[in-house]
């Protein structure tokens, strides 16, 4: 079945540390998204790609950066300069990054600081 | 900028009650409107996507309209069931030089009790 795949599910990171959340597609989208959530408020965008090779600074990407080196691909780093990055984070995508094509999600990391 | 508001935040009903739930959006100008569904711990499902020059949509016990020019969605859940119970979230989408830009209300947690 084509979707989404997130991991880890979990993830804990140690002051200091950046660390990786893994997003993969299968469903041959151009476009990629990743969202954080807080409790109490909605997503909000950090950065999103329409092709391979370039993507764009979202609402909230500082603290975060991300690659997009193949199509099905869309690793976000969470470096140590995000001051407080316990939170849920969700990857979706989309046909294309033009038009209104409607949004896939997957099942979301949730990274909490120790 | 656009900003996405749902009320209300909480609801709780008894089985088998026909709800409706809230969105409305500041900038009229979308491209579409999605609502989703968020359970517990998990990502977003899909359930009506709206294009901005439709009314409304249909799927099953769900029923979404769209008033462009008030700024209004609503959700309509006829017959809720137990299962029901979840986060419902809306999202406008407007289009940007940028590409797509989905921006998401904070969501109406529903309870369905026996």
């Known amino acids: 079945d084509g979707g989404i795949t997130q991991s880890p599910k979990y993830l804990f990171r140690k002051e200091g540390q950046n660390v990786t959340l893994s997003c993969e597609q299968n469903?041959?989208?151009?476009?990629m998204y990743w969202y954080r959530q807080d409790p109490g408020q909605g997503l909000r965008l950090i950065y999103y790609s329409q092709i391979v090779n370039d993507f764009q600074k979202g609402d909230i990407a500082e603290g975060y950066s991300v690659s997009r080196e193949k199509k099905e691909s869309f690793p976000l780093t969470v470096t140590s300069a995000q001051k407080n990055p316990t939170a849920f984070y969700l990857c979706a995508s989309s046909i294309s990054g033009q038009g209104g094509y409607g949004y896939t999600f997957g099942s979301g990391t949730r990274l909490t600081v120790v | 900028k656009q900003e996405v508001t749902q009320i209300p935040a909480a609801l709780s009903v008894p089985e088998g009650e026909n709800l409706v739930l809230n969105c409305s959006f500041t900038d009229s100008a979308i491209y579409n409107l999605q609502w989703f569904r968020q359970d517990p711990g998990k990502g977003l499902t899909s359930l009506l996507l709206?294009?901005?020059?439709?009314r409304e949509q249909t799927s099953g016990r769900l029923n979404a309209s769209l008033d462009k020019s008030s700024g209004r969605s609503t959700l309509y859940i006829a017959a809720s069931q137990p299962g029901d119970s979840a986060t419902y979230l809306c999202a406008a989408m407007i289009l940007t030089g940028g590409g797509n830009k989905l921006t998401f209300g904070t969501g109406t947690q529903l309870k369905v009790e026996l």
């Open positions: 469903l041959n989208h151009d476009a």
């Open positions: 709206i294009q901005s020059s439709q």
